[in-house]
């Protein structure tokens, strides 16, 4: 199978179900962002990050993978068949089991801090402004569009990679500059 199909060279691409829209539509856009995201996460593990951080990582690009599929299926049709797919109210959980156990190694935030400091929390930093753009296109989508669970997940997400990246600080001893 060739990585080029050619069926996207005037604007469009398919869905999940298979509708063809433009790449602008709002649905592709939410996919996007979720892409990007993953993206940046692997960047964030390349950057030097500790094994633990590294492997919590990769769990969340495997849900985004996940995530991104089901945004891309409008239809439904996917998560009855794929169950790796699918977001479960555990996988929050897991991520706020994460963050009560990175925030118990850190000093309470007094104030606001700069995004920043080692390689690793810089690209944790960005992942976490990525999260939040993806989260206002699921948004925009429409209520009825997108499975209540997702957007509780990248929300849940966002405050998690905001944590990741002053733990990543201070397992590196690099300090926070406050605001």
Not at 58 to 77: S, T, Y
Request: proline content about 3%; some cysteine.
């Amino acid at each position: 199978m060739k990585i080029y199909t050619k069926t996207g060279d005037g604007g469009e691409t398919s869905l999940f179900d298979g509708t063809r829209v433009r790449k602008s539509d709002p649905r592709v856009e939410a996919y996007g962002d979720v892409d990007e995201l993953g993206a940046w996460i692997g960047f964030a593990r390349a950057a030097g990050l500790d094994a633990e951080l590294g492997t919590m990582l990769e769990h969340i690009q495997r849900d985004l993978f996940g995530l991104g599929a089901r945004l891309a299926d409008p239809a439904h049709k996917i998560a009855s068949r794929v169950s790796k797919a699918t977001i479960h109210p555990e996988d929050v959980t897991r991520l706020e089991g994460w963050i009560d156990a990175l925030e118990s190694e850190l000093k309470p935030l007094r104030h606001f801090i700069l995004a920043g400091g080692s390689p690793g929390a810089s690209a944790l930093h960005v992942a976490r402004a990525i999260c939040r753009r993806a989260e206002r296109a699921m948004v925009l989508l429409g209520a009825d569009a997108v499975e209540p669970e997702l957007l509780v997940y990248v929300n849940r997400l966002s405050d998690l990679l905001f944590v990741m990246g002053r733990a990543a600080n201070h397992r590196a001893g690099t300090s926070e500059v406050e605001w």
